[in-house]
């Protein structure tokens, strides 16, 4: 192997890596706050990619569609729960969220999507879309069964992720698709071109750690989320609605995981359960991190794009199971640095 | 004066077993009202099911309107709050973070006022205000517990066993506090095993037994009753360490 080709696969490393940096960090987010390990998060990565790729293309995707349906289920529950105390205000407020956000959205995309649409809109477009199903799936699947534990917590999350990769498959058909480039510059550094794609994925990764970091650190409602994960019922006890927090979470995570796959759509085709695997790679990094730490979760994540790459190059059969295997030793240390304990009851 | 308060015939259980029975009792504004009682008497039940954390059977209503379809964080933002007995601080966040999440409710102009009140009250939280929550003493974490619920500025504080667990003179320090809180305008209702502390700075007091109020009356009358007396103030020493 020489250098160039070292240089290369480091190249290709990051980049991947940057995208599950991001992913991870979306997870550990969720977990801290809601204790749901997000299995959908892959769904959210292909629904964002696909959904660009499909406004590019000036057609409608289904995901719109989705989020206005999944609208109307999510204002039934909430006047459901509500129906005890129905005043005007709550439920106006109920359908400006559920009804009125979705309808809005579905109204711009058939307005706008067209074969001329600019990327930033189809882009804008596709953010819109996932972010509200993001935000509605945690309404429907999660907050009514928000006080249980971790694991009746993650087999709602599996069941959503299925159920998500089915409606991938209706909407977006077994084909695969790519999606335009965000920019066609490319700059030539020695031997080692870079495209303005993965300058993207640098540049939006690095600028999403710090909007996090700066969220989490100086605003209130960050730091009304980092109570949340910290204490629960000190939270409630403060007035901080652990509903609002778990919603503000999954939106979040919507939103990383549709940027990430807008980002590499151009790069790679993606096919409607393509998602699964890039979110496990993200899962990796953040179970190296501990599901807690974000500084750690960034840096297992390069780790694991680097690990991908050079495997690919030397086994590329074998290049998941390595990649995988990853997380043995890190659960076998963890379990023997951390005694085990009990969960916690809320 | 009128009740800020009011709770009638209130029923709490834990699925079959009933902690509290047929309760009824009410705070008025600028009052320091007590409930003393045994461990297990159902005190803490009492006052966890008032703030809305476990489901209540009776009626409540607090300045004048009716809580019961109300969930904790309408009722915080209504001015009730409670300072629970394992108070429930934000362990790896700072002081000064801690404070700032109890104005979570209140405008950002309320909030500078509120710090500065707080630190007033409680000096050493000013000098402890990047330390972590988890690091300080039980002593500066019950403050702190108190300090970030005054930051919402309640029109009623509760608090559960607030010496539970501290030293004798930072007991003293902690119910001189709650004193000083009626002149700043907030009323009390306390929860304490700590029945002699207790007395000396309510105005009123419920005695509570086997989770129903088996006596009722001003601090002093309450005090110089025989029964009270022999039963929770004879032993002193046990309720002051009881866990």
């Given at each position: 192997m020489n250098t160039t080709i070292m240089l290369f696969l480091l190249q290709d490393g990051i980049t991947n890596g940057a995208i599950y940096a991001l992913l991870g960090l979306a997870l550990v987010l969720v977990f801290a706050v809601t204790r749901v390990i997000l299995i959908p998060q892959g769904e959210f990565v292909t629904f964002g990619a696909l959904s660009y790729a499909m406004l590019a293309t000036g057609q409608v995707p289904g995901t719109a569609k989705l989020a206005m349906a999944m609208g109307v289920v999510a204002f039934g529950l909430d006047l459901f729960e509500a129906r005890r105390s129905l005043r005007l205000k709550r439920v106006a407020r109920a359908f400006a969220l559920n009804i009125a956000l979705p309808a809005a959205i579905l109204a711009l995309t058939y307005g706008l999507a067209?074969?001329?649409?600019?990327i930033a809109v189809n882009i804008a477009l596709s953010l819109l879309i996932v972010a509200a199903i993001g935000l509605f799936l945690y309404r429907i699947a999660f907050q009514p069964i928000a006080h249980t534990s971790v694991l009746v917590l993650l087999i709602a999350s599996v069941g959503c992720h299925l159920a998500l990769q089915g409606l991938g498959l209706v909407f977006f058909g077994a084909e695969g698709l790519r999606g335009p480039a965000l920019s066609n510059a490319a700059l030539t550094i020695g031997p080692l071109r870079f495209t303005g794609q993965s300058l993207a994925v640098y540049g939006l990764t690095i600028a999403f750690i710090v909007a996090l970091w700066l969220f989490f650190g100086f605003t209130l409602m960050g730091k009304a989320l980092r109570a949340t994960a910290v204490n629960r019922l000190g939270a409630r006890l403060v007035g901080i609605r652990t509903t609002l927090s778990g919603q503000i979470a999954f939106l979040l995570a919507s939103l990383i995981g549709a940027i990430s796959g807008i980002l590499i759509v151009p790069i790679t085709t993606l096919y409607y359960d393509t998602g699964f695997l890039i979110g496990l790679k993200g899962f990796i990094a953040a179970i190296i991190g501990g599901l807690v730490s974000y500084p750690l979760t960034a840096v297992a994540a390069l780790l694991v794009g680097s690990v991908e790459a050079f495997s690919s190059f030397y086994a590329s059969n074998f290049k998941e199971v390595i990649v995988f295997t990853l997380i043995l030793p890190v659960l076998v240390l963890r379990s023997l640095a951390a005694p085990a304990v009990e969960e916690e009851k809320d | 004066m009128s009740a800020l308060l009011s709770v009638s015939d209130a029923h709490v259980s834990y699925g079959k077993v009933e902690a509290v029975r047929s309760v009824s009792l009410e705070v008025a504004d600028d009052e320091i009202v007590t409930i003393i009682g045994a461990n297990g008497a159902g005190k803490t039940t009492l006052l966890n099911a008032i703030m809305g954390v476990l489901p209540l059977k009776g009626a409540t209503a607090f300045a004048g309107t009716d809580m019961t379809p109300l969930d904790i964080e309408d009722r915080v933002a209504a001015g009730l709050c409670l300072v629970p007995e394992h108070r429930?601080?934000?362990?790896?966040?700072n002081v000064e973070d801690n404070l700032q999440l109890g104005a979570f409710r209140i405008p950002k102009a309320t909030a500078a006022r509120s710090f500065e009140r707080v630190y007033t009250l409680f000096p050493r939280l000013k000098e402890r205000r990047k330390q972590l929550a988890g690091t300080l003493s039980g002593g500066e974490q019950q403050m702190l517990a108190m300090g970030r619920a005054l930051m919402g500025a309640p029109k009623l504080l509760m608090l559960d066993e607030p010496s539970l667990g501290l030293a004798p003179i930072i007991v003293a320090d902690i119910f001189r506090t709650i004193g000083e809180l009626r002149a700043a305008g907030v009323s009390v209702l306390l929860v304490e095993q700590n029945a002699q502390a207790a007395l000396k700075i309510a105005d009123r007091a419920y005695v509570m037994e086997l989770g129903e109020f088996i006596l009722s009356g001003s601090a002093k009358d309450i005090a110089s009753n025989q029964r009270v007396a022999a039963s929770y103030l004879g032993f002193q020493h046990e309720g002051a360490s009881g866990i």
């Open positions: 067209g074969p001329k649409t600019p | 429930e601080l934000f362990g790896t966040m």
